[in-house]
């Protein structure tokens, strides 16, 4: 590869007063990207994937070198992250059954969790995810990295009930204490329209329900019976932890899991609008604000005259979480518009940014600025 090709090193400076200005990438040309991915040197190699992966790279003229690239990086967690990525951000019609094979096997076990988030997060990108990935993206369900158990769940969405045998093999394989909301949620989803998958997956939780720890595993056990839509016990199980708890960990649990479940839990949308109307904690009405917002109540399901007085004088996280309430039902809620013109004087920058456009979805024009003096 000439030197033409190869960016500038950055210039040294002997003045502290000035840094010197960041060199602009040069973007190499497909013949010359194509070389260095194949390369027998690991760190021209890793360079050569840096490129790819520049907005400008003639990436998709190179789908087949970075797949070549992965083999030959097979023990470089960094280098197989970054191939990971290239192909995920390649046109969906550059990638083939070979590069998608690729980001498969970086979805297994034997790889570090980002290499296997990349891939998961890659394929799900490509709107493909092959037979092949199924067990090491399903692996990811009950890993204990957050990120791991969202990207896995977007991914196997896009599979339908395909993956269920390798879905009940991972919950299967850890002790109930393990289970996660993803991976329950994933379970249910992939029992599909039969009633014989959703019974069989409804006894295999209330199975591991005993002495199961309500958080995470007692929350995510009743979501996923009240996904199955069985009976109603579980969903009013929720409702009461998340009312009714005193432990933050587990109200949020409970909220959160609400929230997921979304129309499924909309009756409990009243319950929850008290609820909010006899808080004066910060971080509850934010929660309950949150989750309310996701399950679509009606007006009068909501303590608009509570709402308005907590924006006229709580702390400003609860003024914005209840802000985001009111824009649900801007004309039935548009008489809040003056405690948010009052509240405004009294704002630091951040809130009267919500302040000011809330009151715009309310009423159709912002809030005006005071005039400096």
């Not at 009976?231 to 009714?244: D, G, H, K, Y």
């Not at 949150?290 to 400003?316: C, E, H, I, T, Y």
């Not at 809620?333 to 000011?356: M, N, P, Q, W």
Request: charged share 20%; hydrophobic share 50%; with cysteine.
């Amino acid at each position: 590869m000439s030197d033409d090709n190869t960016p500038a090193p950055v210039a040294a400076s002997g003045s502290t007063a000035e840094a010197a200005p960041v060199p602009a990438i040069s973007i190499w040309p497909a013949a010359v990207l194509r070389e260095q991915l194949r390369s027998a040197d690991a760190a021209a190699r890793l360079r050569a994937l840096a490129q790819a992966v520049q907005p400008a790279a003639p990436l998709n003229e190179c789908v087949d070198d970075v797949v070549h690239c992965a083999t030959l990086s097979a023990d470089d967690p960094l280098a197989l992250r970054v191939a990971a990525i290239a192909l995920g951000s390649a046109a969906r019609e550059q990638v083939g059954e070979p590069a998608l094979l690729c980001l498969a096997a970086m979805t297994g076990p034997e790889h570090d969790v980002q290499v296997r988030i990349a891939a998961a997060h890659s394929l799900y990108r490509q709107q493909r995810v092959p037979a092949k990935a199924f067990a090491g993206v399903a692996g990811l369900l009950v890993h204990a990295e957050m990120p791991a158990r969202k990207v896995a769940a977007l991914a196997l969405t896009l599979a339908g009930t395909a993956p269920a045998g390798d879905i009940a093999a991972t919950m299967a394989a850890v002790s109930p204490a393990q289970w996660t909301s993803e991976g329950l949620a994933a379970l249910v989803n992939s029992a599909g329209d039969s009633d014989e998958r959703k019974r069989a997956v409804e006894q295999f939780v209330l199975r591991g329900m005993k002495d199961l720890p309500l958080v995470p595993g007692g929350v995510a056990a009743y979501a996923a019976l009240a996904r199955l839509g069985a009976s109603s016990a579980s969903l009013n199980a929720l409702l009461r932890i998340a009312v009714e708890a005193t432990d933050a960990t587990h109200w949020h649990a409970a909220l959160d899991a609400l929230g997921a479940l979304g129309p499924l839990a909309a009756s409990t949308a009243p319950e929850l609008g008290r609820a909010l109307e006899s808080t004066d904690d910060p971080e509850r009405e934010e929660a309950l604000c949150r989750v309310l917002v996701q399950l679509g109540p009606s007006a009068g399901q909501l303590p608009f005259k509570r709402m308005v007085a907590r924006v006229a004088g709580a702390p400003d996280r609860a003024v914005a979480a209840h802000c985001m309430l009111l824009t649900l039902h801007a004309k039935e809620f548009a008489a809040a518009a003056r405690a948010l013109t009052l509240r405004f004087a009294d704002a630091g920058e951040a809130l009267r940014k919500v302040l000011s456009k809330t009151h715009e979805l309310l009423t159709g024009s912002p809030i005006e600025q005071p005039q400096a003096s």
